[in-house]
């Protein structure tokens, strides 16, 4: 705050004190009146027998802090302010601009309750799929569960990129569709690890009402997106669907060696219940593709300039808000500088004002002394000649 108070705070007006040193030096000294040793109280002059005042001295007021001018000071700089914020929003937008733009392809589904058997949670395979999204998240639990895990599976997604051939459509730059080649030899192809890492995260599932849900895929291309968008439900449910398969097919191999080997009957008839059951999950699972995911309504392809990102007027009003907050920082230094300077500037020049008041001060002294020194001898001249002519001495003829 102190710091604050000398930037704003006035020089002192020194030529004021220069010109009250100058008139108190042309001013004439009138030394006082010779005091005798053994003169009394009674004869010293009145001045002196006065009581003795108190010595004040005025000293200036210590000003406060003009926060409304340091407020117009910043103001006068409104101009720079407007000119950065232009300048961000501006800049921000371009860059924007020229991001390649993205697209989105959505899926909405039916999540199967229990599997492909209809199984609403009781028997093995109801027990294995958990119900069919129970909890209390319906995307973490049951196939959506399986799903996501799927989705985020470094094996899965390379599998899925070789099996699909994906790597054209995840690297166009570098592909040639006329001949159907890569570009620049088959040394310049891409492997399946960067096409699965570059398909990562493209594919995410959303949670609406109970049991339906969205499947969204986000890419460049829009048709891409679109065929991507319906190829991930067939590959999810099939995914999911030969897992069960072959789950099941295990369970039934393993309880027809139990029946072979259990000698007593009623353990072989709850045995052969329990193989009948999977017998018939097997058969469902096998004639039934959409499996956890049913298909409501597929992904078209998204209309032209329907893309999700980049967003220029969002950025164009963040840079311009960013560029607004430099401005007024510049603003804010450049008024604190020019109070700085000017102060500078004006203690500058009443110092030399006041050092110019003072050599013409002397400068006066000086030629008041000379002139009070000349006329000293004229007068003690005219006083002894007229000395002279009274005290009446004869002269000689």
Not at 56 to 65: I, S
Request: aromatic share 6%; net charge positive.
């Amino acid at each position: 705050m102190s710091f604050l108070k000398k930037m704003i705070t006035p020089p002192k007006p020194l030529h004021q004190q220069a010109m009250s040193d100058r008139m108190n030096t042309l001013a004439p000294q009138t030394p006082p009146p010779p005091q005798q040793a053994n003169a009394p109280m009674s004869a010293m002059p009145s001045a002196q027998q006065g009581p003795m005042l108190p010595l004040v001295v005025n000293l200036p007021p210590e000003e406060d802090v003009d926060v409304l001018g340091i407020v117009f000071g910043i103001l006068r700089f409104w101009p720079f302010m407007v000119i950065c914020a232009v300048v961000g929003g501006y800049n921000a937008y371009q860059k924007e601009n020229k991001l390649p733009r993205v697209y989105q392809a959505q899926v909405s589904y039916y999540l199967q309750a229990g599997g492909a058997t209809g199984n609403t949670g009781g028997g093995l395979l109801g027990a294995v799929l958990g119900g069919g999204g129970g909890g209390d998240d319906p995307m973490m639990s049951g196939s959506a569960g399986k799903a996501q895990v799927l989705l985020n599976s470094r094996t899965y997604l390379q599998d899925l990129v070789k099996r699909r051939n994906l790597l054209p459509d995840l690297f166009p730059e570098r592909w040639d569709p006329v001949n159907e080649t890569w570009k620049g030899g088959p040394e310049n192809a891409p492997t399946v690890e960067e096409g699965a890492a570059k398909f990562r995260g493209r594919v995410r599932l959303s949670a609406g009402l109970p049991g339906v849900g969205l499947l969204s895929v986000t890419w460049y291309d829009r048709e891409v997106a679109a065929r991507w968008a319906n190829m991930m439900v067939e590959e999810l449910n099939y995914s999911l669907r030969t897992k069960k398969i072959n789950d099941s097919e295990r369970r039934v191999k393993y309880l027809l060696k139990l029946i072979e080997t259990i000698p007593y009957v009623e353990l072989q008839q709850s045995m052969m219940k329990m193989y009948e059951t999977e017998i018939k999950d097997t058969i469902m699972l096998r004639t039934k593709p959409d499996f956890a995911f049913e298909v409501i309504d597929p992904a078209l392809v998204p209309p032209e300039g329907s893309h999700i990102s980049p967003r220029p007027d969002a950025k164009m009003k963040t840079g311009a808000v960013g560029g607004l907050s430099v401005g007024v920082i510049l603003a804010v230094a450049s008024h604190f500088l020019l109070v700085g300077v000017s102060g500078w500037w004006r203690r500058r020049k009443e110092l030399q004002a006041a050092a110019k008041g003072g050599a013409d001060a002397t400068k006066s002294g000086k030629q008041a002394e000379g002139e009070t020194g000349s006329e000293t001898p004229a007068s003690a001249q005219g006083q002894t000649s007229g000395g002279d002519h009274s005290t009446g001495a004869p002269t000689k003829d």
